[in-house]
């Protein structure tokens, strides 16, 4: 999640206002930028527990250190670093310590991946005198909530307030899911209408490939990918595959009107946040939000809401690709590479509209809830998943070609697919690997997991 604002924004007088702003996205394909996230769970050594925040070995330990040894410098909240920033990127906090690197916006993916691989040696140097380890899942497999620390944070105490009244596993979503997270440009309207469509559509195809949380509190969940599960028990307000998109005349006013009808969490006002928690955004414009009555939004409002909706790709002034496992570092340049590979070349945005031409709003329903359960395996239209993403990772390869952009050893950007391609090539996801070790020689032993898995 993002860290507080640093500048008071400008008044809202109209719906126009919100409109443009996500227009100001609109670039040209030669400014068009790759941003990754990354999601990670930070634990002690000895004991595969989850860090406190304060402590010898705790997550301001890590900020501290990064900070000391590689001149990160800190954000503050009420006198704690909550964030850290350097050189375009920054590094913040999930609720439950998740520790997250917001990559710089890059144009290629070769930077992208020295850009995974400085982050990996920085937090290593850092974490592995103090006896803290790092792992990649999608969701944490032996820890409980309670067993979690919560970051000190304002907003969080908001959201977890509020998360339990909207379903079932909002606070496992904020306390003990992790993702990798690929952001991408658009050109104008239209682009991003293509982009959005084609990204939600396929964003099963990436939960597939990517699902590695099959395990809950030390046992298997049922699910292939439970973080991809948990997000439809969080917050049917501002989750899901976002039906309007595929209807005609998606634009950008129909996704202001969906964001304006979400319910509000807080505003940030002089250094502390207000609970307005599900109150409207349409109200606010009309003075008449019952916890600031009288008071309007200022930019920075719109966009610490567009923060905290949840869909399987979310618009900001680019689009965001939600749908992937935190995973090992391997995986982490392969989600960039998959997105870029579809979305940035027009023959393979044009070969994936042909592909989901004619797929149906109980299509898209249909995969959203099996596919965390099945992965690959999951039937679809005659065949599986795991045929749908050979086809899909086809078009890639080919769009990521097609871009040459080569580096120093004379390597185009396809190669970071050969992750992905092995997955397709022996037909089980990464949890189903884990899975049959836990049955197999792990003996039903999760140690072994953050023994083998961890950075």
């Known amino acids: ?11 809202i007088t109209g719906k126009a206002q919100l ?29 595969y527990l989850p860090l406190p925040y304060e402590g010898p070995k705790s997550i301001r330990a890590i900020l501290e250190g990064l900070s000391e040894s590689f ?22 906090l999930e609720p439950g310590g998740q520790f997250e690197l917001s990559g710089a916006p890059l144009e290629n993916l070769h930077q992208t991946c020295d850009e995974v691989h400085t982050h990996l040696h920085q937090v290593k140097t850092v974490c592995e005198p103090l006896g803290i380890r790092m792992i990649g899942l999608g969701f944490a497999p032996t820890w409980t909530r309670e067993q979690i620390h919560v970051m000190p944070k304002g907003r969080y105490g908001i959201m977890r307030r509020y998360m339990p009244t909207r379903g079932n596993l909002g606070l496992d979503m904020m306390l003990r899911t992790c993702t990798v997270q690929t952001n991408l440009d658009f050109s104008d309207e239209a682009d991003m209408v293509a982009k959005f469509r084609v990204s939600l559509a396929l964003q099963p195809v990436a939960t597939a490939l990517f699902a590695n ?7 298997p969940s049922g699910y292939l990918s ?109 989600l960039p590479a998959l997105w870029v590979g579809l979305l940035y070349d027009q023959a393979a945005l044009d070969a994936c509209q042909d592909l989901i031409a004619d797929w149906t709003l109980e299509d898209h329903a249909y995969l959203r809830a099996e596919v965390p359960k099945r992965a690959l395996a999951t039937a679809f239209r005659g065949g599986t998943v795991a045929d749908l993403a050979e086809r899909v990772l086809e078009i890639a390869s080919g769009g990521l070609k097609s871009r040459r952009r080569i580096d120093d050893m004379g390597n185009d950007e396809s190669h970071f697919l050969s992750a992905l391609r092995e997955i397709v090539a022996r037909g089980t996801s990464p949890a189903e690997v884990k899975l049959d070790a836990y049955h197999g020689r ?3 032993d999760l140690s072994h997991l953050f023994d083998e898995y961890a950075y």
């Open 71 to 92: 001149g990160w410098t800190p954000v503050l909240e009420d006198d704690k670093p909550i964030a850290l920033l350097k050189d375009g990127c920054s590094i913040t």
């Open 1 to 11: 999640m993002s860290a507080p604002p640093s500048a008071k924004g400008q008044p």
């Open 226 to 334: 439970f973080r991809s599960h948990v997000w439809t028990d969080t917050d049917p307000d501002r989750c899901g595959i976002l039906p309007f998109v595929f209807e005609p005349g998606m634009s950008f006013e129909r996704y202001v009107d969906h964001v304006l009808d979400v319910p509000m969490y807080f505003v940030h006002r002089d250094g502390r946040y207000i609970d307005v928690a599900g109150q409207s955004f349409r109200n606010f414009m009309e003075g008449r939000l019952p916890g600031l009555p009288g008071e309007t939004p200022l930019t920075t409002d719109w966009v610490d809401h567009l923060t905290t909706l949840f869909p399987e790709v979310r618009m900001k002034r680019f689009l965001e690709m939600r749908g992937a496992d935190g995973g090992p570092w391997r995986r982490l340049c392969a």
């Open 213 to 219: 949380s099959p395990f809950v509190e030390g046992k």
């Open 19 to 47: 409109v443009d702003y996500l227009t100001a996205g609109c670039k040209p394909a030669s400014d068009w930028r790759i941003g990754t996230e990354h999601e990670k769970f930070a634990f002690t050594q000895e004991d």
């Open 442 to 444: 792990w003996g039903s």
